[in-house]
């Protein structure tokens, strides 16, 4: 995946999200692998394969990794500060294993803290049916300042279709009436995602 040029707006919020204990951001898999004490070289297959040998061999494993998920399930936290568009997909990525389109909007408040968590939509294998009152009308009744828009391509290809053009357009342009900024808007695929802000059409 491309490296994107982060918007002014990512820069502010990342600003305010404590630093990692660990530097592990873009390491290769078999160095996060090392990292939990299995050394495995650099060319041990796929880390599919890496982790059900593993799992074999150790069962903190399969615990690590139920773990993970169930943490990536959790609604973000209230009162919690949204970083870049790479930590709303990472928090997100789980809704690459759903077989439909899910969309969720995050509420924030002026400081940009999370207020809460909405799935607005569920739709087809390739759609979701998307209308800004119904994005909005959460917002508006809890005050937000801004939002963050959040969905997923079952297909595993993240790359924004005309559509998720249109609709984040129609979005921003509805905030702008409501005085809400739309922040982003992050589509999720399979190990990969895309930005809206990232690309400039925020």
Same mark, same amino acid.
């Given at each position: 995946?491309?490296?994107?040029?982060?918007?002014?707006?990512?820069?502010?919020?990342?600003?305010?999200?404590?630093?990692?204990?660990?530097?592990?951001?873009?390491?290769?898999?078999?160095?996060?692998?090392?990292?939990?004490?299995?050394?495995?070289?650099?060319?041990?297959?796929?880390?599919?394969?890496?982790?059900?040998?593993?799992?074999?061999?150790?069962?903190?494993?399969?615990?690590?990794?139920?773990?993970?998920?169930? $943490?990536?399930?959790?609604?973000?936290?209230?009162?919690?500060?949204?970083?870049?568009?790479?930590?709303?997909?990472?928090?997100?990525? $789980?809704?690459?294993?759903?077989?439909q389109e899910h969309f969720i909007v995050v509420l924030l408040n002026?400081? $940009?803290?999370?207020?809460?968590e909405i799935t607005v939509s569920i739709g087809t294998h390739n759609?979701?049916?998307?209308?800004?009152?119904?994005?909005?009308?959460?917002?508006?009744?809890?005050g937000a300042a801004a939002i963050v828009c959040v969905h997923n391509?079952?297909?595993?290809?993240?790359?924004?279709?005309?559509?998720?053009?249109?609709?984040?357009?129609?979005?921003?342009?509805?905030?702008?009436?409501?005085?809400?900024?739309?922040?982003?808007?992050?589509?999720?695929?399979?190990?990969?995602?895309?930005?809206?802000?990232?690309?400039?059409?925020?």
């Amino acid at each position: 995946m491309k490296k994107r040029k982060s918007t002014d707006h990512s820069e502010v919020i990342a600003e305010t999200t404590p630093p990692c204990l660990f530097n592990i951001r873009g390491k290769p898999d078999h160095e996060l692998l090392e990292i939990l004490g299995f050394e495995v070289g650099k060319h041990r297959g796929s880390i599919h394969e890496l982790l059900k040998h593993l799992q074999e061999i150790d069962p903190r494993i399969e615990a690590l990794i139920e773990l993970t998920q169930r $943490y990536l399930k959790t609604p973000l936290p209230e009162g919690q500060l949204l970083g870049c568009s790479h930590d709303i997909f990472q928090h997100y990525q $789980y809704l690459r294993d759903l077989k439909q389109e899910h969309f969720i909007v995050v509420l924030l408040n002026n400081k $940009y803290q999370v207020q809460q968590e909405i799935t607005v939509s569920i739709g087809t294998h390739n759609r979701s049916i998307v209308r800004p009152k119904e994005v909005f009308a959460e917002a508006i009744k809890q005050g937000a300042a801004a939002i963050v828009c959040v969905h997923n391509h079952p297909s595993g290809n993240s790359q924004m279709s005309p559509q998720d053009i249109d609709v984040t357009q129609r979005l921003r342009e509805s905030g702008q009436l409501l005085d809400i900024k739309l922040l982003d808007h992050v589509i999720v695929g399979n190990n990969s995602y895309t930005s809206l802000a990232d690309e400039g059409f925020l």
